[in-house]
């Protein structure tokens, strides 16, 4: 039987994990500097003699600050994080998608590397649900489910023992298809999209054209090659199997920043926002045959 110190110590991790570095933990939850939260961390590992561990005060701000639930904190959770979908406020059950009105898809992919299954609709509202173990890339993706308002639940069983990669390219790969997929004919879309995202001193621009050719332009440098036990390559293997699999032409610019997690979720948060405009039916273009296919009448 743990106690109410080592499971608050535990969730305390788990929380710095999720969040993806102290900092953006403490960021997060209302500290201008992170020092108190990493001397807090320096102190807990060190499992100091007398240490009172975590306050009521300190457990209630990264309830808040991380959107959990009044009391989490106290509460054993699973012992593999990101293994049983740790997406924040969202259950573990799969988003039921079969009576949504818009357009829904599910696509398996299976290989020996990775098992996937992907849902989406183009015409939800943001909802998500992920369970891929690898709890960065969730956190990004969340980004896209959440400004693009597409409905995201995405399950993969991946060769993790080898490492995040072949996971993490076989998603892009999965969610290119599904996009492509649910996407049809795109008449009636707006097709082209595009969104500027900053993040404290990071901004990143992405331009998207749901055009049925291929294409990435890439310009995004890391300032430092792993976020948390994240590694940075992997993001460009994730675009090109997204590019490939969904034929649209996309380019990302990272125009400033400094902080690795901010240089990757501006990028997410405008990719978001720049899928939600292309893909979303243009109402002056509804009803109306694509102007390329001429006249029926004539
Ligand atoms: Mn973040």
């Known amino acids: 039987m743990k106690t109410k110190k080592e499971i608050r110590n535990e969730n305390f991790n788990r929380l710095i994990e999720e969040a993806g570095s102290i900092s953006e933990l403490a960021r997060r939850c209302g500290y201008e500097n992170p020092a108190s939260l990493y001397q807090l961390r320096v102190r807990l590992n060190k499992q100091e003699e007398g240490s009172r561990g975590i306050t009521n005060t300190l ?85 896209i489910a959440r400004h693009s308002l597409i409905d995201l639940d995405i ?67 890391f300032t430092r090659a792993w976020i948390g036990k994240f590694d940075v390559d992997l993001f460009s293997e994730f675009f090109h199997g997204l590019v490939n699999h969904s034929m649209m032409t996309l380019h990302i610019d990272n125009l400033s920043g400094y902080n690795a997690h901010h240089q990757a979720e501006t990028v997410f948060k405008a990719f978001g926002r720049a899928l939600r405009m292309a893909v979303e039916h243009d109402p002056r273009m509804a009803g109306q045959m694509p102007s390329t296919k001429g006249t029926l009448t004539a």
Request: with cysteine; glycine share 12%; hydrophobic share 35%.
């Open 155 to 221: 399950s993969c069983k991946g060769d993790l023992h080898i490492d995040d990669h072949h996971t993490v390219e076989d998603i892009g790969i999965t969610l290119g298809q599904a996009l492509k997929q649910a996407l049809g004919d795109k008449a009636g879309i707006r097709r082209y999209g595009h969104a500027y995202v900053p993040l404290d001193e990071a901004l990143s621009r992405v331009v998207i054209d749901l055009s049925g050719r291929p294409g990435l332009v890439y310009n995004l440098n």
């Open 59 to 143: 457990s209630a701000k990264l309830e808040s600050g991380m959107g959990k639930p009044r009391g989490w904190m106290d509460i054993p959770q699973e012992s593999t994080v990101g293994s049983s979908g740790t997406v924040s406020g969202s259950s573990v059950s799969a988003i039921d998608m079969s009576n949504a009105s818009g357009r829904v898809v599910t696509v398996t992919r299976n290989t020996n590397e990775t098992q996937i299954t992907i849902s989406l609709n183009l015409d939800g509202t943001g909802r998500s649900r992920f369970d891929t173990g690898v709890p960065f890339l969730e956190h990004m993706l969340d980004q």
